[in-house]
């Protein structure tokens, strides 16, 4: 999946957790913008990594994404979070199905 835009599912909760939690301004956040650009200290950066491995229920391993490493933007966090996603059973919890009223 390509994330040069900024519709997928994944991207918003990225940017809606940035918006939210971390108080970047919208305008601030697109697939290009490197983590260090944010204007988030190195201990933001990291809760914000933490904040968005519990929103996928997941666990990003350094060897696969170190927020302290120059030049990793947003759309490679995507990027990893689909990879590690689609490799692990319980990454997202299933949805509880309709019951018909």
């Given at each position: ?6 519709s997928s599912?994944t991207?918003?909760?990225?940017a809606?957790i ?25 201990l933001?950066?990291m809760e914000f990594?933490?904040?968005v491995?519990?929103a996928?229920?997941?666990r ?6 170190d927020p302290?490493?120059?030049g990793i933007?947003l759309?490679?966090?995507c ?14 919890p299933?949805?509880?199905a309709e019951?018909?009223?």
């Open positions: 999946m390509s994330y040069s835009d900024a599912p991207f918003n909760s990225i809606t940035l918006e939210t939690d971390f108080k970047v301004e919208r305008s601030a956040i697109s697939p290009a913008t490197a983590l260090s650009d944010l204007g988030l200290d190195s933001a950066l990594v933490f904040a491995e519990d996928f229920h997941l990003i391993p350094e060897d696969r994404l302290r490493e120059a933007t759309q490679r966090l990027e990893v979070i689909d990879t590690e996603s689609s490799g692990t059973a319980t990454a997202r299933a949805q509880p019951v018909p009223a």
